[in-house]
């Protein structure tokens, strides 16, 4: 895809953002790039604040509410189920938008959609209808997310793509934050409103997004068939250096999330928390601490490999502090050692996310197809969350308690950092 074609016809208005994707913007036409990273950021601290928000707070006392005795299981198949509807959904809706040539009719159809199934998800009374309402919500949220990731290969600068990507990594701790704080809100005699809510923040970043964002539509390609483009999927990790990224993500993302799903349980069950901190209390503090620690190493992180022009060592580092960060509640299983893990957390996966986004741009099998790879390597985000929650729930079932779930999330990220030695297009 050419990254110098002259813009056509007059300049869009200020208020409005309409790089194309072929499109690279010049010196002196900056502010067009900077309005475009703003409204990312914006898209994205919206989609992290719906993921945490019910995946961390809303989702694991509804699962609690139903059934207290068999939390721990319902919730691992709850999550596990509803992940595989992430993974089919985010391939999937990155196809129909390179076939499209559009990237934000799919952004606010997915936006919008999310906001009637997440409500729905909080009027469900059962397991088997919580199962239901998550599953959709997952599908309509990766409708969304498949779409606008593609947007920083399509429409961002190669020399620029560390700053965006911090710029979209911003997304996780600032969401994160934001989303866990707001679903607290409405725990524990008012979760369903608390769906709606971040149903609505959801929709109106979509809405947002597309009205200001605007695009215009991409070059035609040859029609591909969708049965040739779904079997193209397995081709893209034929490719050794994307391979290798998405063994990287895929372990990283499997070692966070064995901890992560959880956490709330292990604060009820397994942390010695002062007597006058609730659990649900301890996540609201713990969340902002791990968020602002993710957001200064996303900056860094993004800033830094950008200027050092390297990304490998940055990815490797923070696989490993992550992994030392899984090591701390073993040899301190109480509230400091919950706030220093939550530190040491926060700065290895967030500079992986912002290092690791740029250098999969740099790595993409094909830059026509750029949605649908980015679907692909968006299943080791997916990928691990439906391993996860069974590995979890495995994990504690089997060993009777949450310090064996914490050596196999350490040794998970520790593994991640060897996957980026052998790629060899990026240094």
């Not at 498949?146 to 190669?158: G, N």
């Not at 607290?184 to 008012?190: E, N, R």
């Not at 090591?327 to 509230?335: E, G, I, K, Q, Y």
Request: aromatic content about 6%; proline content about 6%; charged content about 10%.
């Amino acid at each position: 895809m050419s990254t110098s074609e002259t813009r056509h016809a007059s300049d869009p208005p200020r208020n409005v953002v309409t790089d194309t994707a072929q499109d690279t913007p010049p010196a002196g036409r900056r502010g067009n790039l900077g309005g475009l990273l703003s409204l990312l950021a914006v898209g994205n601290i919206a989609m992290y604040m719906v993921y945490m928000g019910v995946g961390q707070v809303l989702l694991p006392l509804q699962v609690e509410a139903i059934d207290p005795a068999d939390k721990v299981a319902n919730f691992g198949l709850v999550s596990g189920i509803s992940a595989i509807f992430a993974t089919l959904f985010n391939p999937l809706a990155g196809v129909l938008s390179d076939r499209s040539r559009r990237r934000n009719p799919w952004i606010l159809g997915g936006g919008i959609a999310a906001l009637g199934a997440l409500a729905l998800l909080g009027a469900m009374k059962s397991i088997l209808l919580v199962t239901i309402g998550w599953c959709l919500v997952q599908a309509t949220m990766n409708v969304y997310q498949a779409a606008i990731t593609a947007v920083v290969p399509d429409r961002v600068p190669i020399e620029r793509r560390g700053l965006a990507s911090a710029t979209v990594g911003i997304g996780i701790p600032v969401g994160s934050m934001v989303g866990v704080a707001l679903a607290t809100m409405f725990v524990p005699h008012d979760v369903p409103t608390g769906y709606l809510v971040l149903g609505a923040v959801i929709a109106g970043a979509a809405v947002l997004f597309t009205s200001l964002a605007r695009e215009r539509k991409l070059p035609e390609q040859d029609t591909v068939p969708l049965g040739k483009q779904l079997a193209a999927f397995a081709a893209a990790l034929r490719v050794a250096d994307f391979r290798w990224a998405f063994v990287g993500r895929f372990l990283l993302t499997l070692g966070y999330f064995v901890i992560v799903v959880y956490q709330l349980y292990i604060l009820q069950d397994h942390i010695e928390l002062p007597k006058s901190l609730s659990p649900t209390d301890a996540i609201t503090i713990m969340t902002p601490v791990n968020s602002i620690a993710m957001l200064l190493a996303t900056v860094a992180g993004g800033v830094l490999s950008d200027r050092i022009g390297r990304r490998k060592p940055f990815i490797a580092a923070s696989c490993v502090l992550t992994a030392v960060g899984m090591v701390v509640p073993l040899v301190s299983p109480d509230w400091t050692g919950m706030l220093v893990f939550s530190v040491i957390n926060g700065l290895g996966f967030g500079c992986f996310m912002a290092v690791d986004t740029a250098l999969v741009t740099l790595v993409l099998p094909s830059a026509e197809d750029a949605a649908r790879d980015m679907g692909v390597l968006n299943i080791a985000n997916a990928g691990p969350q439906i391993i996860a929650p069974f590995v979890a729930s495995l994990v504690v079932g089997t060993f009777g308690g949450y310090d064996a779930l914490f050596v196999v999330a350490a040794v998970v990220t520790a593994l991640g950092a060897l996957s980026v030695v052998p790629i060899r297009s990026v240094r």
